[in-house]
């Protein structure tokens, strides 16, 4: 794309505030602070004061009747001095410049200044603008009364955008020159060190665009050897670029007076004529005032908008933050309220990264596009806060955001983690109507010309939103220092909730240790001594056998009972060692281990080939040890015991079954089954400690498995576990 | 019967104690029974201080432990023994009610040479304490220069 700006950097580079030079309508002089001698002096300075100039000597005429108050002047920190000759007939202006007093003479012009008549114009505009409603009524006011006071044919009220160009926002005419309202003048028709003198000294006139500049003599301050600086000065020589382009306007005369609104150039008031346009020093000043009272009476709208927008801000600011700490999970409180979510900062969507997590609401482009516009942020280093109104051009490579997301704002929650929250604003498509085609120069002869064609242009602006205003990018800050604070809050809770969740497990662990070995001990002795009374009494009768024998059971079984709870305890805190297990292989073991223990029985099994599975085999065999010896236990009523084992594999989960015709269970109950201690069968029909169900359940638990069991009483039961692959880890099991 | 070393049987609970001095009375070992009834009785006689300051010097075959004693506890007994140059080679065997973990981890690393944990069924008990006996009190061998009874 052809940048305009880039062509004409000729003109930016042109050093306009040491012309050498001024406009012929008034005379410069430059004096040493010392003395107030001639240092310097315009070729037309004799002739404006009629007298002597003689560097190195104190000038004489006009300008001599006035130095006694130019030396009080500069001794006081008044910024100028003006001055009405005694002849009634001339204004002298003084200024400092490079450490020397700089005086300009004009020309009074008596049958326009009666100070009554200015002031008049003033005060009426003064109490207009109070009492307009609108900033456009106060815009077209300054335009009208600028036309009255200076005489020019036409008066253009201009305000910048962010990127310079201008766009005429108010119009007051004789219809002279052509109509502007509503134009758009690109940035570079005032290159940047233009708009630094604008700032810097806010009125210029030109009141003949054919005038055959005056040289200063001599050309270089002797102070700094330098060329004067004429930044401030009124009749400085301008740009022949300027006055080409003035010539291309078809105006002659031209003057215009900086808007500054809190230190910054917002915009300028135009004035041109078709005809040559003098103005005195004194309706400058008038002029000059009355751009100002706008440009308060600017800074006061603005400043009231931005503070009511602050303030409907900061309850919305408030809302969230509620929403945020009234929920568990402050990205679900944040979401809970989209209106004031997408409120607080005037977006028409929304979307809150937080790790995997991808939550949107509004109008937002799709998941994967904000995907990619978070990598993009990633790798441009977003810290904080990011906002853009353009970002179709600022993130070419993906296609299809313009629509909902030309405008994107960014904050950035978190440094370390991928924590991000996106506001968007959709396309405006607006039909920017330029004074002439921006993108096109004209070059002649090497040298670039500013536009020849006034014509008017037309642009389509694609790819662009509404800018964010300071208030919402300072929304959208403190948001983020609303959230930061959230989640560090909730981050010190967790903190808290775990060092109390380890004080607590610490308590446990300190508990089971002295349970087994305090608890177990007095089972043994129970079990030793009444072995070794049995065999010391060996004519015991066999009542008393019986009873020594039920004392042993018991202690023997409240033994197991302790081990087996252990066991379960110790579960919960070992750590896992996972890797490939061949579950034939471990169904092979278990069939052994109990083999003796079915010595005798009649037991069909029917023992499906296994897919392998990820785990902790030791963990796992104790899972296939307690549900084949239940199926064994369960089935020992039966005259033929028939037990089946099989699994398979789907979509990344393992599943196994053990299935019996045993005694089964009401179903009513199965709940109750994986519980600790939960039994469903009587004591004396089928021992066990009511653990060993609670312990497998456990076990698959640690691995993200499952376990679920049908039966029916008298028919049998069937228990399934499932375990997941590795690629599928974590995911929950149903 | 110089050859034949005392067994130090390191126990603070009574029951455990009678059960364990009948069993090892019922394997018939020669070995002379000493008991200390807690960390700091047994450190005494293992290093000859306090009351056993004027015993013969010469070191046991063995040391049954028990884990959770009074004073000072079985591990640091343990500890005590393993990092003393002299006597670092004394077989010590934990003799303990349970299988906890860490109480395993650490008696290893201090250089532990058996850990056992008291069956609850009597038989296996006895049997458990007769095969300690037999090993360490007559069938290990101890390295060269080992203190006997008597000598050092």
Redesign the interface.
Known sequence: MDDPQQDLTACEREPIHIPGAIQPHGALAALHPDGLTLVAASANLPAFIGGQTVLGQRPDGVLGEVLGQIEAWHGSDQPFLRVIARDGRHVLTARRSDGLVVVEVEEARAETDSAFAIFAQLNNFVQEIAGQRTMQDALEACARVVRALSGFDRVLVYRFDADWNGRVMAESGNERLPSYLDLRFPAADIPAQARRLYAESRLRVIPDADYRPVPIEPSLNPLTDQPLDLSFAQLRSVSPVHLEYMRNMGTRASMSVSIMVNGALWGLVSCHSAEATHLSPMLRDACDFVVQSLAMRIGAQERAEDAAARERLSVLGTRLLAAMTGASDWVAGIMSDPDALLEQVGATGAAMIAEDRLEVAGDVPDKAAIRAIIAWLETRGVTEVYATDRLPHELPQLDGISRNASGLLVLRISDVASNWLLWFRPEVVETVTWAGNPHKMVREEGRIHPRHSFEAWREQVRGHAIAWSDAERAAAQSLRTAIVGVVLRRAEELAQLSRELQRSNKELEAFS?SV???L??P???I??????LRERESGLESKSQHYLQMISDS??AA??LVDDL?NFS?LGR?SLSKSAVDMNKLVDEVLRSIALSIEGRAIEWRISRLPPTFGDATLIRQVWFNLIDNAVKYTRPCEKAVIVIDGQEDDGVTRYRVQDNGVGFDMTYAAKLFGVFQRLQRAEDFEGTGIGLALVRRILDRHNGSIAAEGEVGKGASFTFALPLPEKKGRALV | MSELRPILLVED?P??LE?TL?ALEKCQLANEIVVARDGAEAIDYLFREGLHRERPAGDPAVVLLD??LPKVDGLEVLERVKKDQERKHIPIVML???????DLVRSYELGVNAFVV??????E?FKAIKDLGVFWGILNEPPPGYRRNGRS
């Open positions: 240790y087994s070995h305090d177990r001990a089972f043994r002795h079990v030793g001594f009444a072995q070794l202690a023997l033994g197991r252990l110790q070992a | 609970s029951r455990d059960l009948t884990l959770k303990t009610s349970s299988r906890e973990e860490q008291k069956p609850v069924e009597f038989s008990f």
